[in-house]
């Protein structure tokens, strides 16, 4: 807090960030509060006064004692002011209630017909809603359920008659965040719309933290590295929206749990379902997706619902996309976008609401240009795309991901293995993890079932974790021994330049000098 300006007439009183954040009070930081000289009597914002000593004692700068001044202000020129709507039908009051409150520091709008506030309300967003109990048409407690249906955080406030219980009563139930009996002085109301303006920025600060967290954190999914930092921050922001997502990403990068996270990030109330394209064969996965009548084929003993319409509300997971045949491919494409379809053998159409997440280890854009993968399809599911990157360029990770499934292995084991030896941490870190996530938990399953002491060593890993040398002291060895065969070289030089441009392989195909369908056949060889 800093006087950040002073002329003849008036000073300005500048609210830093922290101590905004330590008054916990509607007033923002950077709220510029223009106030005359500390000699003058009259009101300054009621909260700002009653928290200044505590705040004095945090913040550095001059203070405002316990004298009052007057804040001179322009409605419009305060935009970060908190912002209440009276609504009475006693136009007194409303102007009462506008002078009280804009002197204390608020912005105050006023209707007196409930049907212009709730219609104000589609299109503007308030901090404190004041309304009266009694008015012509619609009711106060009606207008408050009817403003909190269409504004759920705005925080209510009712004014009723004197010693009314059953109004005071009636004003929580319809949502109100207090009541005011009337006749109304002027403090008492002061006093009341701080309160509900101080728990309405709560509520936001709250709001706005659980956001951040939420975003940098997925269910089940772990690791905290930047690469997966920024997957989680994509599917925080996606997950709401019914955008179809494809995730992309090497084998093992952890896809589906990726999947999984977005589903239950999106609130969606049907299932979360899923199909792998590549294992269904092509003659079941049209009535597996779509469904069947009884009697549509020879097997077809009853009526079947297809996955689609399963999904309904949910998000139906098309794993390994890539693999879709060719054959089914303009039909999902046009299920997808007429948001129908047909079950097998029937003449009635099923509407369905499904949110398509879509899998792949392939190179889509290859597959396109190869006439493996139809264009329209692609771009149908390819609206977001998010890379999963692979574990290599993960880096602590690594060890985070190591301990966990440590852990779950020794408690589903029953035995006691808790650590890591430190070498194997090195190891851990250095290998290159061609099998990804799902190698680490492979390799961490085995070696709490092999380890002898409670702490897991180099002869717990597999034999190629065990004996593999980073590409540099290949490249340095002298010792004929110690020097591999030049496709193991290759190997591990492609999956270096592989991690150096995190994963995109038209980038790593230019830097190793490739086309893209020499290193796609390469890396499936390594596979
Ligand atoms: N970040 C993670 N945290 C915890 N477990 C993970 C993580 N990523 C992957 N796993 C685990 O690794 C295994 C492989 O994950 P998943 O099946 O989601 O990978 P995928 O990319 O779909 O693999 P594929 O390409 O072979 O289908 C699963 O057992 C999963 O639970
Ligand atoms: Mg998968």
Redesign the pocket.
């Known amino acids: 807090m800093s006087w950040a300006e002073s002329t003849d007439e008036h000073f300005c009183l500048t609210l830093g960030t922290e101590c905004s954040k330590m008054l916990r009070c509607p007033l923002r930081a950077g709220s510029v509060f223009p106030v005359k000289s500390q000699s003058q009597t009259s009101a300054y914002p009621v909260q700002l006064r009653r928290t200044m000593s505590s705040a004095a004692m945090v913040v550095e700068g001059p203070i405002i004692t316990e004298q009052e001044s007057e804040v001179r202000r322009e409605r419009s020129s305060y935009p970060g002011l908190p912002a209440v709507l009276v609504v009475d039908d006693d136009r007194e009051m409303c102007e009462l209630a506008e002078a009280g409150l804009t002197q204390r520091g608020y912005a105050v709008t006023w209707k007196m017909s409930p049907r212009e506030a709730l219609e104000l309300l589609d299109h503007e967003d308030f901090a404190v809603l004041l309304v009266d109990i009694h008015m012509d048409g619609m009711g106060g407690l009606d207008l408050c359920r009817a403003a909190l249906a269409k504004r759920p955080d705005l925080v209510a406030v009712v004014m009723t008659g004197f010693g009314t219980m059953d109004h005071a009563i009636g004003a929580m139930r319809a949502g109100a965040y207090d009541f005011i009996t009337k006749p109304v002085s002027m403090d008492a109301l002061a006093l009341t719309i701080d309160r509900a303006a101080c728990y309405r920025a709560m509520s936001d600060e709250l709001r706005r933290l659980r956001r951040r967290v939420d975003t940098h954190e997925l269910p089940?999914?772990?690791?905290s590295s930047g690469p997966?930092r920024r997957v989680a921050d994509v599917v925080g922001r996606v997950a709401g929206t019914t955008t179809n997502v494809l995730i992309t990403?090497?084998?093992?990068?952890?896809?589906?749990?990726?999947a999984r996270a977005l589903h239950e990030r999106s609130g969606r109330r049907g299932p979360f379902l899923a199909i792998n394209c590549a294992a269904v064969p092509e003659n079941l996965l049209e009535s597996e997706l779509f469904g069947h009548a009884r009697g549509a084929f020879t097997d077809a003993r009853s009526a079947r619902t297809g996955l689609l319409a399963e999904a309904d509300q949910g998000t139906l997971f098309l794993?390994?996309i890539g693999e879709l045949p060719l054959g089914m491919q303009p039909k999902i494409l046009r299920a997808l976008q007429e948001r129908k379809v047909r079950p097998l053998g029937s003449t009635q159409e099923v509407s369905f609401d499904v949110r398509i997440v879509a899998?792949t280890?392939r190179d889509l854009e290859q597959e396109v240009s190869e006439k493996r993968f139809r264009e329209d399809l692609f771009y149908r599911i390819n609206v977001v795309r998010i890379d999963?990157p692979p574990l290599r360029v993960r880096g602590n990770d690594v060890l985070v991901?190591a301990q966990?499934f440590l852990e779950r292995a020794a408690t589903r084991s029953n035995k006691n293995v808790n650590r890591l030896g430190r070498l194997v941490a090195d190891r851990l870190v250095n290998y290159d993890w061609p099998g990804n996530?799902?190698e680490l938990?492979n390799c961490m399953e085995r070696a709490v079932a092999l380890a002898s002491f409670d702490e897991i060593t180099l002869e717990d890993l597999p034999v190629k974790l065990r004996e593999y040398r980073a590409t540099e002291v290949e490249a340095t060895g002298d010792d004929p021994k110690d020097l591999p065969p030049m496709h193991v070289v290759e190997e591990r030089y492609i999956r270096k330049v592989l991690a150096a441009v995190s994963g995109n392989k038209t980038l790593a195909a230019k830097v190793l000098g490739f086309d893209r369908r020499t290193l796609y056949r390469k890396l499936e060889r390594q596979a």
């Open positions: 089940n999914v772990i690791g997966m990403g090497e084998s093992g990068t952890g896809k589906e749990l990726v794993d390994e899998a280890n999963v991901l966990y996530v799902r938990e």
